[in-house]
């Protein structure tokens, strides 16, 4: 059974920065797509950064290109997300998602995905 779970959320400044974890079990994660998705209260779920199946290039939604980074780590069977210079609008529930299926490339599309973590909460405030 293919199980993620996603921590390192917290309360954060403006300016500051979190490093996000997503565990995996019932797969390993070095070789399927990975995106990470947020959900802020009252919009849709919107994809920030995926790491693409096959040959591991990364994609970023413009709101975080320059500020966020997604990488693997193969050993840990974990994906993680850097992210820098929040801003209090990156404020919302991060999830990550995989699914076998996709076997090139990714893309920050939440409906391509069939497996999620239950998220974790990143606010950035005052």
């Known amino acids: 059974q293919v199980q993620l779970v996603e921590s390192g959320g917290g309360l954060v400044q403006p300016g500051g920065s979190l490093r996000l974890s997503c565990a995996a079990s019932?797969?390993?994660?070095?070789?399927?797509?990975i995106g990470w998705f947020r959900q802020a209260p009252g919009k849709e779920r919107e994809g920030v950064a995926c790491?693409?199946?096959?040959?591991?290039?990364?994609y970023y939604a413009d709101s975080v290109e320059g500020r966020f980074t997604i990488s693997r780590h193969n050993v840990k069977n974990t994906v993680y997300l850097q992210m820098d210079s929040l801003e209090p609008e990156d404020t919302a529930v991060y999830y990550c998602?995989?699914?076998?299926?996709?076997?090139?490339?990714?893309?920050?599309?939440?409906?391509?995905?069939?497996?999620w973590g239950r998220g974790t909460q990143v606010t950035v405030s005052s």
């Open positions: 998602a995989t699914d076998p299926r996709i076997i090139s490339g990714c893309r920050l599309l939440a409906l391509e995905y069939d497996y």
């Open positions: 019932g797969l390993t994660l070095d070789n399927p797509a």
């Open positions: 790491l693409s199946a096959g040959d591991g290039r990364t």
